[in-house]
């Protein structure tokens, strides 16, 4: 399997711009979760979907974060409008049941707002 | 509001020692705890689970648990310069079905193994 996949690796915008980061679960996966990372405040759940239905966004930090899952292949996170403070590292997993089970990280997306 | 404390470190350990993590929680309802690995400009990847109290051991590491005093602890005996990586300790939130199973990260330790 190829893993979690993620796009684009590295995203360089301007203030104000609309964002859209991409993921593709694992196979069979019926758990996607998007996080983000900073230095300051380590990694945090964003949101996660069961069977492409949102089941908890209480993590994102506003209305200007939404997220999709439009069917089990592929999901999007979308920031609009951007701001610097939003540059951190934005990361996908899934996983295959809930719980105890290993959550499989992508390679994340750096995102860097000027 | 529930917390995972972790010392960021960083932690320097002579190469072939022991290296020793500790993580305490703050949710007494907390069921579900791991270990991720993270290198430094990678995703974390997850290397120990633990679910009961005492120890599971796995390879070099070493997971322990104590739920009644609410700490997680890794070793990682034989340390060696390849486990230079931050650390990160994560329990799961159990209180609500919405929440079961949602994990919480500590800031992450980090670890530097010096030959």
């Known amino acids: 399997d190829a893993g979690v996949i993620q796009s684009p690796r590295h995203e360089v915008t301007e203030m104000g711009q609309e964002v859209t980061l991409r993921c593709k679960p694992i196979?069979?996966?019926?758990?996607l979760f998007w996080y983000r990372q900073t230095m300051m405040r380590g990694l945090e759940l964003l949101i996660y979907f069961n069977n492409n239905v949102p089941i908890d966004d209480s993590g994102m930090p506003e209305d200007r974060f939404s997220a999709k899952m439009p069917n089990a292949s592929f999901s999007t996170l979308k920031i609009q409008p951007s701001e610097p403070r939003d540059s951190a590292v934005y990361f996908c997993?899934?996983?295959?049941?809930?719980?105890?089970?290993?959550?499989?990280f992508g390679p994340g997306t750096r995102l860097l707002v000027l | 509001q529930k917390e995972v404390e972790q010392n960021s470190g960083p932690l320097s350990v002579p190469e072939g020692a022991i290296a020793s993590l500790n993580c305490t929680y703050s949710?007494?309802?907390?069921?579900?705890f791991f270990w991720y690995r993270q290198y430094s400009g990678k995703s974390p990847e997850l290397i120990m689970s633990?679910?009961?109290?005492g120890d599971k051991e796995d390879g070099r590491f070493t997971a322990q648990l104590n739920k009644a005093s609410q700490y997680v602890s890794l070793l990682i005996r034989d340390s060696q310069p390849s486990d230079s990586a931050t650390y990160l300790c994560?329990?799961?939130?159990?209180?609500?079905?919405?929440?079961?199973?949602?994990?919480?990260f500590g800031a992450g330790t980090q670890v530097v193994v010096t030959p």
């Open positions: 949710d007494r309802g907390s069921q579900s």
């Open positions: 633990i679910y009961s109290n």
């Open positions: 997993a899934s996983s295959l049941i809930w719980g105890q089970e290993t959550q499989y």
């Open positions: 994560a329990v799961t939130d159990e209180r609500t079905t919405d929440s079961w199973g949602k994990l919480q």
């Open positions: 196979s069979g996966h019926d758990y």
